[in-house]
């Protein structure tokens, strides 16, 4: 598959996620086999007033050779003049933000406002493509609520500014997370522009991940909070792909292993005391469903160095 000018190895993405994607999971995504992965939403008003705390958000690891930078934004001139300034970063795609649901994103007229916006999509995209010489492409929601649902009317727009591909998130922004996506809107989508067309919502595995191709058409899917102390889930998806079958899921070693190994690679980017209390999150959503979690989730909230996570999982997972 390519958008625009970079080839990926396979159809599978990992989404940009706010607090979550950050270069640690990334690389380690990547591992498991996704052919892209994205980093967490940049604010291209932050950057243009030289914010120090969103600096740290664009940091790219040498093996990052398929990443893709997001900025969000509401203003074409400081989204394409913050486009053009980041081009020497070693990202290989920049991606636009218009589907972020957050209140406070929206409230400034931002994330999936602007599907309320056709002609300042239009502007904001025409003005970036011209900015940069890097495939941008654009992530967007079903429609802004209910009554309101116009992600055909905003993918051709898209294509028209220029992009070079959409990705689309079967919600309306007023659904946020909940409920079922509508996967027939990316099929009504991907029909109506010639671009390439991300499917987003509710894959959840190697079944689903066919079953959303299958169903949309789409030319490649994105993956979210499915992958959420579960990076295996593109090796999964890949394997089924391959054979119709559902891989064993990993054992607990190897969870253990993958905690402690994200548990240094976080150590290594933010120091200890970051590292850790970034990883307690993480813990939660890796041991989620095994026996003891919930006890194990609430002494997590207690760590906070690597050699008391690395006790704390020892004793919940004996080697």
């Not at 040498?62 to 203003?75: I, K």
């Not at 899921?249 to 402690?260: A, Y």
């Not at 994200?262 to 307690?280: N, P, S, T, V, Y």
Request: positive net charge; glycine residues 8%.
């Amino acid at each position: 598959m390519k958008i625009g000018n970079v080839c990926l190895d396979n159809p599978y993405i990992l989404a940009p996620m706010a607090g979550v994607s950050d270069l640690p999971f990334r690389i380690l995504c990547r591992e498991q086999g996704a052919a892209l992965t994205c980093m967490e939403m940049v604010s291209a008003k932050a950057l243009y007033y030289k914010n120090k705390n969103t600096r740290a958000l664009l940091e790219i690891g040498p093996q990052e050779d398929r990443l893709s930078l997001q900025l969000f934004g509401s203003d074409p001139k400081i989204i394409s003049e913050m486009a053009k300034q980041i081009e020497e970063l070693p990202f290989q795609i920049l991606d636009i933000n218009m589907g972020c649901p957050v209140p406070k994103v929206v409230k400034n007229g931002e994330g999936s406002a602007l599907m309320q916006e056709p002609q300042k999509v239009y502007e904001i995209v025409s003005a970036t493509v011209k900015a940069t010489v890097k495939p941008v492409t654009v992530k967007i929601r079903k429609g802004f609520d209910d009554a309101h649902v116009n992600a055909v009317q905003i993918a051709k727009i898209i294509e028209e500014a220029g992009a070079a591909a959409v990705a689309v998130h079967g919600r309306t922004r007023q659904q946020y997370y909940s409920g079922k996506a509508d996967w027939d809107i990316i099929r009504q989508v991907k029909e109506a522009v010639s671009i390439p067309v991300i499917g987003n919502g509710d894959v959840v595995d190697g079944k689903s991940a066919r079953s959303m191709r299958e169903e949309t058409g789409c030319d490649a899917v994105m993956i979210g909070r499915a992958a959420q102390g579960n990076p295996w889930i593109f090796r999964e998806i890949l394997s089924y792909e391959q054979t119709g079958k559902t891989p064993d899921p990993p054992t607990l070693q190897e969870r253990r292993t993958m905690m402690l190994k994200h548990a240094r690679m976080q150590i290594q980017c933010k120091g200890e005391a970051l590292g850790i209390r970034e990883m307690r999150k993480h813990i939660s959503w890796y041991t989620k469903g095994l026996r003891g979690s919930a006890a194990l989730r609430r002494e997590i909230n207690q760590v906070s160095t690597y050699d008391e996570l690395e006790h704390l999982l020892d004793a919940a997972i004996p080697v």
